[in-house]
């Protein structure tokens, strides 16, 4: 995310917060690490449930790595609003704009 220019806040560990996804704590303690509001979050992952399903019902703003999509697909918009990737490389600044259109 770094070569993106994007900074993080904190990294956040189940290990640390003593409870692992997809328990709704550990969406609270991402949220508090950011120091944002959920919806200025994006959080990415390659887990339906706890990468996806999790963070929006905290009401973050997900993307989705589908591991399994053919990597020459470009990036597209479920009707969640869950931007959908082949690979973690696709993710671009320019995704952040996404969501606000």
Known sequence: ????????VKVVSSAEEGVAK???LFYDAVILAA??????IV???DNRR???SGPR???????F???RRDKGLPPEREADGT???SHFSQFKVEHLDYWEG
């Open 1 to 8: 995310m770094r070569r993106l220019g994007l900074d993080f």
């Open 22 to 24: 997809p328990h709704p």
């Open 35 to 40: 120091g944002v509001e959920p919806h200025e």
């Open 43 to 45: 959080f990415v992952g």
């Open 50 to 52: 706890n990468d996806v």
């Open 57 to 63: 019902f905290a009401g973050m703003r997900t993307a």
């Open 65 to 67: 790595v589908d591991r």
């Open 83 to 85: 931007l959908v990737l």
